[in-house]
C-alpha cells in the first residue's frame, strides 16, 4: 500500500512538473527549425503571444542571423525581436533590434514605428531626472530624427507627445542641479542653471520656479537691476500667478499731479 502511495506522488509531481515546464515553454528549440525559416517565423510568433519571451527571442534572433539580407521576412524579424526583447525587460538590447529595422530598411513600412519603438526602449532606460540623462538624450535625438525623416508618419503625434515628457524631464534635471547650488547659497552657479531652464524650456513646469528661484538669487547677490529685469520677465510669463504676485508686485505707476488737480483753464476778459 505504502509503495502505491509513493508512484502515485512520483506521478503526480512529475505531472506538475510537465505542466510548469509547458507554461515556461521550456520544450522549445529554435534550432529544430533547421532549414524551415517559416516555420520558425511562425514559432516565434506563437511564443510570443503566448509570453514566452526567452523562446521568442531565441527564435528570432536564429532568424535574424539566418535569413539573406535583403529577405522580406527580416525587418519584421528584427521589429518582433524588439518586441520580445522589451517584453523581457533587456530595453536596450530591444533598442538595438529595432534601430537596424530603420537603419537597415528605411523604406519599409515598419521603419518608422522601429524607430518610434527604438526611442521609447531609451526613454525608458532613463527612469529619473536625478540620474544620468544619457539614454535620455538619445531618446531626444531619436524622436527628432523620426520627426525629420518621416514627417508625415502616424507616429508624429506621438513622438510629440514623448519628446514634451522628455524636456520636463530634461528640465526638472536643470531645475534640481540649480536648486542644489541656491540651497548652499551658491548664487551664481544656481542663476546659471535657472537660466538654461526658462531659456531652453519655457513651457516646462519647473519654468516658473526657476524664474522665482532666479530672482531670488539675484536678490541675495544684491543685483538690483538683474533682480528688477527678471521680475518683469516672469510677471509677464506668468501673470496671474499668486506666487509670483508675491515675489514680484507690480510696480505702482508714478504719480501725476496733472490727474489729480486738472489745471483751469484762463476766464476771458469782457
Same mark, same amino acid.
Given at each position: 500500500?505504502?509503495?502505491?502511495?509513493?508512484?502515485?506522488?512520483?506521478?503526480?509531481?512529475?505531472?506538475?512538473?510537465?505542466?510548469?515546464?509547458?507554461?515556461?515553454?521550456g520544450g522549445f528549440r529554435a534550432d529544430r527549425f533547421a532549414g524551415d525559416a517559416v516555420g520558425l517565423y511562425k514559432a516565434g510568433v506563437r511564443e510570443l503571444g503566448l509570453k514566452h519571451w526567452d523562446n521568442a527571442i531565441a527564435a528570432f534572433e536564429k532568424?535574424?542571423? *539566418?535569413?539573406? /539580407?535583403? %529577405?522580406?521576412?527580416?525587418? &519584421?524579424?528584427?521589429?518582433?525581436?524588439?518586441?520580445? +526583447? @522589451?517584453?523581457?525587460?533587456?530595453?536596450?538590447?530591444?533598442?538595438?533590434?529595432?534601430?537596424?529595422?530603420?537603419?537597415?530598411?528605411?523604406? *519599409?513600412?515598419? /521603419?518608422? %514605428?522601429?524607430?518610434?519603438? &527604438?526611442?521609447?526602449?531609451?526613454?525608458?532606460?532613463? +527612469? @529619473?531626472?536625478?540620474?544620468?540623462?544619457?539614454?535620455?538624450?538619445?531618446?531626444?535625438?531619436?524622436?527628432?530624427?523620426?520627426?525629420?525623416?518621416?514627417?508625415?508618419?502616424?507616429?508624429?503625434?506621438?513622438?510629440?507627445?514623448?519628446?514634451?515628457?522628455?524636456?520636463?524631464?530634461?528640465?526638472?534635471?536643470?531645475?534640481?542641479?540649480?536648486?542644489?547650488?541656491?540651497?548652499?547659497?551658491?548664487?551664481?552657479?544656481?542663476?546659471l542653471y535657472f537660466k538654461t531652464v526658462v531659456t531652453t524650456y519655457p513651457e516646462a513646469a519647473k519654468s516658473r520656479d526657476a524664474h522665482l528661484r532666479m530672482v531670488e538669487s539675484y536678490r541675495a547677490i544684491r543685483y538690483k537691476e538683474e533682480a528688477a529685469?527678471?521680475?518683469?520677465?516672469?510677471?509677464?510669463?506668468?501673470?496671474?500667478?499668486?506666487?509670483?504676485?508675491?515675489?514680484?508686485?507690480?510696480?505702482?505707476?508714478?504719480?501725476?499731479?496733472?490727474?489729480?488737480?486738472?489745471?483751469?483753464?484762463?476766464?476771458?476778459?469782457?
Amino acid at each position: 500500500m505504502a509503495g502505491w502511495r509513493a508512484r502515485a506522488m512520483r506521478g503526480a509531481v512529475l505531472a506538475v512538473l510537465v505542466v510548469m515546464v509547458s507554461c515556461r515553454g521550456g520544450g522549445f528549440r529554435a534550432d529544430r527549425f533547421a532549414g524551415d525559416a517559416v516555420g520558425l517565423y511562425k514559432a516565434g510568433v506563437r511564443e510570443l503571444g503566448l509570453k514566452h519571451w526567452d523562446n521568442a527571442i531565441a527564435a528570432f534572433e536564429k532568424l535574424s542571423t *539566418d535569413l539573406p /539580407a535583403r %529577405d522580406t521576412l527580416l525587418p &519584421s524579424t528584427q521589429f518582433l525581436l524588439g518586441q520580445a +526583447r @522589451s517584453r523581457n525587460e533587456e530595453h536596450l538590447l530591444a533598442a538595438q533590434a529595432y534601430n537596424k529595422v530603420a537603419e537597415s530598411f528605411p523604406e *519599409d513600412t515598419l /521603419a518608422d %514605428d522601429a524607430m518610434f519603438e &527604438s526611442a521609447r526602449e531609451y526613454q525608458k532606460l532613463w +527612469r @529619473s531626472p536625478e540620474l544620468d540623462s544619457q539614454y535620455g538624450t538619445t531618446a531626444q535625438a531619436t524622436f527628432r530624427t523620426l520627426i525629420a525623416v518621416y514627417p508625415d508618419s502616424p507616429r508624429r503625434k506621438d513622438a510629440d507627445r514623448e519628446l514634451a515628457a522628455l524636456e520636463e524631464m530634461f528640465a526638472t534635471k536643470e531645475y534640481l542641479a540649480g536648486y542644489y547650488y541656491f540651497r548652499r547659497k551658491a548664487y551664481d552657479p544656481a542663476i546659471l542653471y535657472f537660466k538654461t531652464v526658462v531659456t531652453t524650456y519655457p513651457e516646462a513646469a519647473k519654468s516658473r520656479d526657476a524664474h522665482l528661484r532666479m530672482v531670488e538669487s539675484y536678490r541675495a547677490i544684491r543685483y538690483k537691476e538683474e533682480a528688477a529685469e527678471a521680475c518683469v520677465a516672469v510677471r509677464k510669463r506668468f501673470a496671474g500667478d499668486p506666487a509670483v504676485r508675491a515675489l514680484c508686485p507690480a510696480e505702482s505707476a508714478p504719480r501725476d499731479s496733472a490727474a489729480v488737480a486738472p489745471v483751469a483753464k484762463p476766464v476771458a476778459k469782457p
